[in-house]
């Protein structure tokens, strides 16, 4: 799934090529991919784009009388930049005609998950957002809260979106191996120099890989957008050295999730992977990513 780092380059992107230009139709092959229709799709023909922003690991393109399309990506959605008139692919959800150009979203797989929403307003914006806290912009004792509110394991909390807005399970993986915390510590056990540290490392590492991935793009739209990146420490990187230590990067297998972590650096050279916390971790989590994405903060 794009997370934050992915979706921040694409709303950059995005931004360069809309913003300013006239919606001029949308063609919606996918038939499960448009959840709401009020206001209509067509409300927005013939109108100004006014902004694009990201909402937690959605993409909201704003356009004039106050009508957003947003777009989530889930899994296997992906965005594409052509020119305009562009032929739906063989796999194209949809494409988004703009006076500049057209916005071709595809899905790889059958499961259907990549969603369209309709919305009016900044309220109706509002009810997407699943209501994490922005961690780039976020203080420490805002952040130490948001952790706090339940009691989970570091790898649920982290990739909880009513927790922390646009951090999956790619992310979270590479942020636990910088700040050297084991996924499965629970949240209520954790002291106050390791969420400081936590914190720290969650801000870089999504500060670099945004950096890393616009770079990358070289000012072009990104394509090739993946959960496995090149110069990640542990994230799909089972069984390889972990580039700190050397030591073999370890995993912990629940569901269709997989946890990937190096046991050296992080659990004081004890390892995870047995059916006991693989059973911790599948208790800790929703039983579909749906359900996870679907969560609203607790109040």
């Given at each position: 799934m794009p997370e934050y780092p992915d979706v921040e380059v694409y709303v950059e992107s995005l931004r360069e090529r809309i913003v300013a230009s006239r919606f001029e139709?949308?063609?919606?092959?996918g038939p499960f991919?448009?959840?709401?229709?009020?206001?209509?799709?067509?409300?927005a023909y013939g109108k100004t784009v006014r902004e694009v922003r990201r909402v937690g690991k959605r993409i909201a393109v704003g356009i004039e009388n106050d009508v957003w399309l947003v777009l989530h990506l889930m899994i296997a959605g992906r965005l594409h930049w052509r020119s305009r008139g562009a032929k739906a692919a063989r796999n194209s959800l949809a494409v988004f005609d703009f006076s500049t150009g057209a916005l071709v979203l595809t899905e790889a797989g059958s499961q259907h998950r990549a969603s369209l929403h309709m919305a009016t307003g900044e309220d109706g914006l509002r009810a997407l957002d699943a209501g994490g806290i922005?961690?780039?912009?976020?203080?420490?004792p805002e952040f130490a809260t948001a952790l706090r509110i339940e009691n989970h394991t570091l790898k649920r909390a982290l990739t909880d979106?009513?927790?922390f807005s646009g951090i999956g399970n790619a992310y979270s993986d590479e942020i636990l191996h910088r700040a050297k915390l084991s996924p499965v510590l629970q949240t209520g056990r954790?002291?106050?120099?390791?969420?400081?540290?936590l914190f720290d490392a969650t801000r870089v590492v999504l500060a670099e890989w945004v950096a890393r991935l616009r770079s990358e793009a070289g000012g072009t739209f990104?394509?090739?957008?993946?959960?496995?990146?090149?110069?990640?420490?542990v994230h799909g990187r089972y069984g390889q050295p972990c580039p700190r230590c050397g030591a073999k990067v370890q995993r912990i297998r629940y569901a269709?999730?997989?946890?990937?972590?190096?046991?050296?650096c992080q659990t004081g050279g004890k390892l995870?992977?047995?059916?006991?916390?693989?059973?911790?971790?599948?208790?800790?989590?929703?039983?579909?990513?749906?359900?996870l994405e679907a969560l609203k903060r607790p109040r």
């Open positions: 139709r949308a063609l919606i092959r991919l448009l959840r709401s229709v009020a206001p209509p799709v067509d409300a922005e961690v780039m912009e976020a203080t420490l979106s009513r927790l954790m002291s106050q120099e390791e969420v400081a540290r990104p394509e090739g957008v993946t959960a496995f990146r090149e110069g990640m420490a269709s999730n997989e946890t990937n972590y190096c046991a050296t995870l992977a047995d059916r006991g916390l693989s059973r911790l971790l599948r208790e800790d989590w929703p039983r579909t990513l749906e359900e």
